[in-house]
């Protein structure tokens, strides 16, 4: 498989990352929410100065691509007054905080929300991607997004602080919290472990002293990919992706926009939706199944076009399997194995089954012509199940 250079720097607003199609503007929209307001701006700004449609991502962020570098400082003066971004860009780095969507009025949530971002702009600097997750609302939904420390429910009206690669953590009442996280943030930076930027709570969870490992079990939630849900609308963004018009219109729908880091926003209160681009809120699409990563042209590192030949396989995918087409090894869009996989290389798309993008193929020097015209090619001559 051919390699692929590894960025460690992960992009702001005000640091935005080059890519082939322009920069790459990430947004961390305070508190995990947008405003109305917000949305129908942020939507204008990705129609005005990106691509036309601002990407989700699986940290619960928003991305607008293909800003021209001459366009970024009218694109942050646009972006100012929507209150989206830091004025201080070290703070706005810090602001890794990814907040449960399904919190409710009076449960404190937004409060500790608040508290962390705080804690996080008074931390001792942090690797670039460490972050936190907010998972306090009735039962932890976070548990597959990339977090190094977890604040969930834990026994009787305590919350329990959990970093990562451990089974248990601290119990602590709430307003213990900002403390007690704070705390575990200064023991990370004293242990040398991400001097490169890139370490992570995982690698340093061995050193942590017992008490803070007891033996509560991560719990974890099984959620709709889209539809109704808690009282609200997951409305899933096809590849990630949203058309600005459709941002702006669920603005017209929503009293709030939560982002989720199932490349999806979760709408309290709404039930239903008209059809619009983009959206899907049909828990049966096939296309919940498919992930595909920005491919060629959008990033220099692909060595095809991933969108067209995964929304043309989409319907041919049988129930419950999932499909990953990457435009390298990489694999950005779907980091773990995928049932069917389709990798881009200089050779032609190579195929794998139960793989990760880099793994070994089983067929390589496929065409997306190919693939399009015959899908049985994606399947296993023995037809053997995949899960
Ligand atoms: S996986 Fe896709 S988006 Fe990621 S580097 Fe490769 S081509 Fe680019």
């Not at 709030?256 to 880091?261: C, D, F, K, S, V």
Request: hydrophobic share 45%; glycine share 10%; with cysteine.
């Amino acid at each position: 498989m051919s390699g692929f250079k590894i960025r460690g720097a992960c992009p702001g607003a005000l640091r935005p990352m080059a890519s082939a199609d322009g920069l790459v503007v990430r947004i961390r929209p305070p508190l995990g929410r947008l405003s109305p307001a917000q949305a129908r701006g942020l939507a204008q700004v990705a129609a005005s100065f990106g691509s036309g449609e601002v990407e989700l991502t699986n940290r619960a962020n928003l991305q607008i691509r293909s800003v021209a570098e001459a366009a970024h400082p009218d694109l942050i003066a646009a972006l100012s007054p929507l209150g989206l971004i830091d004025p201080d860009p070290e703070a706005e780095r810090a602001r890794n905080l990814i907040v449960t969507p399904f919190h409710r009025a009076g449960d404190g949530t937004q409060e500790l929300a608040r508290a962390l971002t705080d804690v996080l702009r008074a931390a001792p600097p942090l690797p670039a991607k460490f972050g936190l997750a907010l998972d306090c609302g009735e039962a932890p939904v976070l548990g597959g997004a990339s977090a190094d420390i977890r604040v969930e429910r834990g026994a009787e009206g305590r919350l329990l602080i959990r970093p990562d690669g451990c089974d248990g953590g601290q119990e602590v009442l709430a307003e213990e919290v900002p403390a007690a996280v704070l705390s575990l943030l200064r023991w990370f930076a004293t242990q040398g472990i991400g001097a490169d930027g890139r370490g992570r709570m995982r690698d340093a969870a061995a050193r942590l002293p017992a008490p803070r490992r007891p033996a509560f079990p991560a719990r974890a939630a099984h959620l709709p990919p889209a539809g109704p849900i808690a009282g609200g609308l997951l409305a899933a963004a096809r590849f990630g992706r949203l058309p600005a018009a459709t941002l702006a219109a669920l603005a017209d729908y929503a009293t709030e926009l939560r982002l989720t880091p199932w490349r999806a926003v979760y709408l309290p209160g709404i039930d239903t939706l008209p059809d619009m681009p983009g959206l899907i809120t049909d828990p049966a699409d096939p296309l919940l199944r498919v992930a595909a990563c920005t491919g060629a042209p959008g990033c220099p590192q692909a060595h095809a076009e991933t969108r067209t030949l995964a929304q043309a396989l989409a319907p041919h995918l049988p129930p419950g399997r999932h499909l990953h087409v990457s435009g390298c090894a990489k694999g950005c869009a779907h980091p773990g194995p995928a049932d069917i996989t389709l990798t881009a290389t200089p050779e032609g798309f190579a195929l794998a089954h139960r793989a990760r993008a880099a793994d070994p193929p089983a067929r390589s020097g496929l065409n997306a012509a190919m693939l399009i015209a015959s899908p049985s090619l994606l399947f296993r001559t023995d037809d053997a199940p995949f899960l």
